[in-house]
Nanobody
Framework: QVQLVESGGALVRPGDSLTLSCAAS???????TGWFRQAPGKGREFVAS????????YYATSVQGRFTISRDNAKNTVYLQMHSLNSEDTAVYYC?????????????????WGQGTQVTVSS
């Protein structure tokens, strides 16, 4: 059984930076990890993902160049560094794992999910 715990969400101002963490327990070796977000009244959307096999990363167009996903295997933790935050980044951020290591953009390809962490960008 895989358990994921996100942390690092906060209230920040436009232009600020923030780093989210996704700590995993259980067997996650070989799993891709993705970050998704859900804003009030909207569906869950893909943000970024990283494959286990080759550490290749993928980003949504809306965050490309501003967000960076990375992984620390020793800590079994995946990070999402976020820069130049704006109000449209306000959402609950979730991490999830994909045992097929496909690093898909589709949320239904991911089997395990964390409880989410709130990021609010407001002046």
């Amino acid at each position: 059984q895989v358990q994921l715990v996100e942390s690092g969400g906060a209230l920040v101002r436009p232009g600020d930076s923030l780093t989210l963490s996704c700590a995993a327990s259980g067997h996650t070796a070989g799993y891709a990890t993705g970050w998704f977000r859900q804003a009030p009244g909207k569906g869950r959307e893909f943000v970024a993902s990283i494959r286990w096999s080759d550490s290749r990363t993928y980003y949504a167009t809306s965050v490309q160049g501003r967000f960076t996903i990375s992984r620390d295997n020793a800590k079994n933790t995946v990070y999402l560094q976020m820069h130049s935050l704006n109000s449209e980044d306000t959402a609950v951020y979730y991490c999830a794992t994909d045992s097929l290591d496909s690093s898909s953009y589709a949320s239904d390809e991911y089997e395990y999910w964390g409880q989410g962490t709130q990021v609010t960008v407001s002046s």
